[in-house]
């Protein structure tokens, strides 16, 4: 079956430390997308990527980083430099513009303590 | 002001009771998106509608595009209904904004 894989679903990082997380899809989307979703709020966007090797800023990029060096793929790393990481990841992917229907992960949970 | 204001906040039904779920905007809208989302924290796509209505099972949608108001609707809900769901909009071509959810809770 297609669809989003994310991993870890549960992450745990001291302070300071780069973190990874992973997402890969094999629905042969061109679009990606990375959201955080906190307590009491609306998904916000970090990164997106509409094609391989591209990628765009989202509302709240400062701290966060991404590559498409692949279609399939779009990881996330949280740098150090993200003053408050500690959150729910989701990655999402859809066939093009976001009129599209979009295809969600699982979703990581990431503590930074 | 939110873009994207969703209510009831947090909603709790009998088993079979009719539900409705209502997601107003300020913003000018090709599409509405409506999600749920399990306690796990997965998201799936309900349904994407730009006019009128769409019916999926015991789900049905309706946009009415003039009054920027959306409202999702569950007949004879079940205890597997309960989920977070939330409505988005596009702004522009790339970008979605959310609700923040409203939280269904349906008991046997």
């Known amino acids: 079956d297609g669809g989003i894989t994310q991993s870890p679903k549960y992450l745990f990082r001291k302070e300071g430390q780069n973190v990874t997380l992973s997402c890969e899809q094999n629905?042969?989307?061109?679009?990606m997308y990375w959201y955080r979703q906190d307590p009491g709020q609306g998904l916000r966007l970090i990164y997106y990527?509409?094609?391989?090797?591209?990628?765009q800023k989202g509302d709240i990029a400062e701290g966060y980083s991404v590559s498409r060096e692949k279609k399939e793929s779009f990881p996330l790393t949280v740098t150090s430099a993200q003053k408050n990481p500690t959150a729910f990841y989701l990655c999402?992917?859809?066939?093009?513009?976001?009129?599209?229907?979009?295809?969600f992960g699982n979703g990581t949970r990431l503590t930074v303590t | 002001k939110n873009e994207v204001e969703q209510s009831p906040q947090n909603l709790t039904a009998q088993e079979g009771e009719f539900i409705t779920i209502n997601c107003s905007y300020s913003v000018g809208i090709s599409a509405l998106h409506w999600l749920q989302q399990h306690p796990g924290g997965g998201i799936v796509s309900l349904f994407m509608l730009s006019s009128g209505k769409k019916k999926h099972g015991r789900l049905i949608a309706t946009i009415n595009i003039q009054e920027k108001h959306s409202s999702l609707h569950i007949t004879a809900s079940h205890p597997r209904d309960s989920a977070v769901y939330i409505c988005a909009v596009p702004y522009n071509t790339d970008k979605l904004i959310f609700g923040t959810g409203t939280r269904l809770q349906v008991f046997p």
């Open positions: 990527s509409q094609i391989v090797n591209d990628f």
């Open positions: 999402a992917s859809s066939p093009g513009q976001v009129v599209s229907p979009l295809h």
């Open positions: 629905l042969n989307h061109d679009a």
